[in-house]
């Protein structure tokens, strides 16, 4: 069974599909099972004004029509929460009152913009960029307990071609790079009985997904069990992409299960 558990819908301020059309993709491409992951974007400055919260009516009604419409699909409730300092508390609030099956938390903003927006970029060097990203991740993880997987360890990688400029293109951090930031990141997700995922948007940048493979390797290594995998589809065309391919590689790198979850419950499914 292929389980996509990584989805944007329009609830999200940056998604383009419905739910509805999330599911009738999922059918499609004999995916048995998607979690829907909106933002939760607490304190972020969201260019342009979109609202970075989630507007749980319309989520739950749009829930309710997809899971009518195909009801051969199985439809999670899930939010992909943006981790940032000063707004845990209320991040952590939010999620405890509104009932959902599986919490992604991830790193978006880092100390003073987004790598999307590319201006974070400027004035760091690649290896600053990188460094701070997992610094701040690492920060918030820690203090952070209600979820359930870190999102895409490695976000800021797929923004690196800000440095198209420079002679030498950086390469995404392996876990060689930044051991002992990678290690605590690690351990502290196995020690609160949480996990990662593994996010296939990154197949298209650099042909293997986040987090890097030898950083899945060390997560087998340390006991880590927990794992998701999700395609961070903000369309229909991109529900379950490359979800196949990266089954087979947290296989081949030492990972026994990849987990579905129901209020917050983890099943152990065997790769
Ligand atoms: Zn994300
Ligand atoms: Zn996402």
Redesign the pocket.
């Known amino acids: 069974m292929i389980y996509d558990y990584h989805v944007h819908s329009e609830i999200s301020f940056d998604g383009a599909c419905s739910v509805t059309d999330c599911a009738a993709a999922a059918k499609d491409r004999g995916i048995g099972e998607i979690c829907l992951t909106d933002h939760l974007d607490i304190g972020y400055p969201v260019k342009g004004g979109g609202c970075p919260e989630i507007d749980q009516d319309r989520y739950n009604a749009a829930l309710e029509q997809a899971r009518a419409a195909f009801p051969g699909v199985v439809i999670k409730k899930g939010v992909?929460a943006g981790l940032l300092g000063g707004y845990l508390g209320e991040i952590e609030q939010d999620i405890r009152i509104n009932g959902y099956d599986f919490v992604i938390a991830?790193q978006?903003y880092i100390v003073d913009g987004d790598p999307y927006d590319g201006d974070y970029f400027k004035n760091r060097t690649p290896q600053q960029a990188q460094e701070l990203y997992l610094t701040e991740l690492r920060d918030n993880i820690v203090q952070f307990d209600d979820y359930d997987v870190i999102?895409?360890i490695g976000?800021v990688d797929k923004y690196l071609h800000n440095y198209d400029h420079l002679t030498h293109r950086p390469r995404p951090f392996e876990f060689c790079d930044y051991p002992d930031l990678i290690d605590e990141i690690l351990l502290s997700a196995i020690g609160k009985g949480n996990g990662i995922e593994i996010n296939t948007s990154n197949y298209r940048v650099h042909g293997y997904p986040t987090p890097h493979p030898s950083i899945l390797e060390r997560y087998a290594q340390l006991g880590g069990e927990v794992l998701t995998i999700g395609s961070?589809s903000h369309s229909q065309q991109a529900v379950g992409f490359k979800i196949p391919e990266a089954m087979a590689l947290a296989k081949s790198c030492g990972l026994g299960y990849v987990c579905t979850f129901t209020a917050r419950k983890p099943q152990f499914h065997s790769l």
């Open positions: 992909e991830s978006h999102g895409h976000y961070d």
